[in-house]
């Protein structure tokens, strides 16, 4: 199973990625886990900078992330990409990759609910799961529930970032969701759109009856 899961920030991408994951067994690849993840040396320092301000980072470097990690044997079982593509340089350069992905998900939401769902919204930096304050809290206050280690909150989930986010979004999504209705229509993979202003487990429901 290769699954591209589409959708803006606060739709519930990271969420619904823990769920599919889990019930499939299938792993976990998260541009986003990742950069937050790296090194603090000076180069991801100005990454870091521009991922605060809710910009994307350059496609030749994300590609060129998302290529070294396919081509890793581990991967051919199947993967779930969470918040890659972003853009149609970067659909087109994972068709290229040869990863023939047989679903894709998009997750469609309003900006009240984003709003309502970033605000609040922490992360547990070494796995990538998440909580919310008050849709999903942890067991123990600011405490992930398997490591007990520390929750942040990220520093792109404020108002004014999430704006610039949502901009970002939206100004690339219409030739991707294009490419891969194209792609459905050839047999090549299966397309589907889902309501994600629902909750977190009728979304789990939804995803199941597709996914099987
Ligand atoms: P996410 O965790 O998916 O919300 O991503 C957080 C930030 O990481 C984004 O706002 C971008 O700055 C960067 N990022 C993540 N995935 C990509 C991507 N596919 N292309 C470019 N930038 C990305």
Do not use: C
Request: hydrophobic content about 35%.
């Amino acid at each position: 199973m290769k699954i591209v899961l589409l959708g803006p920030p606060g739709s519930g991408k990271g969420t619904q990625t823990q769920f599919i994951t889990n019930e499939y067994n299938i792993k976990k690849i998260s541009v986003g886990d990742i950069l937050r993840k790296s090194k603090k040396n000076k180069f991801f320092n100005k990454i870091k900078t521009t991922m605060n301000q809710g910009k994307l980072i350059s496609d030749q470097l994300i590609i060129k992330i998302i290529k070294k990690i396919i081509e890793n044997e581990s991967f051919n079982q199947g993967f779930l990409l969470d918040g890659f593509p972003r853009t149609i340089t970067q659909a087109i350069a994972l068709k290229k990759m040869q990863t023939n992905i047989n679903y894709v998900l998009e997750l469609l939401i309003s900006n009240e609910t984003i709003i309502n769902r970033l605000n609040g919204r922490l992360v547990h930096l070494p796995s990538g799961r998440i909580y919310h304050k008050k849709y999903k809290p942890p067991k123990i206050k600011y405490k992930d529930d398997i490591t007990g280690e520390e929750l942040i909150f990220r520093q792109d989930d404020q108002k004014k970032t999430i704006k610039n986010r949502l901009i970002e979004y939206n100004k690339f999504i219409t030739p991707i969701v294009f490419f891969y209705q194209q792609e459905a229509k050839l047999n090549n993979l299966e397309y589907y759109k889902i309501n994600a202003n629902d909750t977190i487990i009728n979304i789990n429901k939804k995803i199941k009856r597709i996914l099987g």
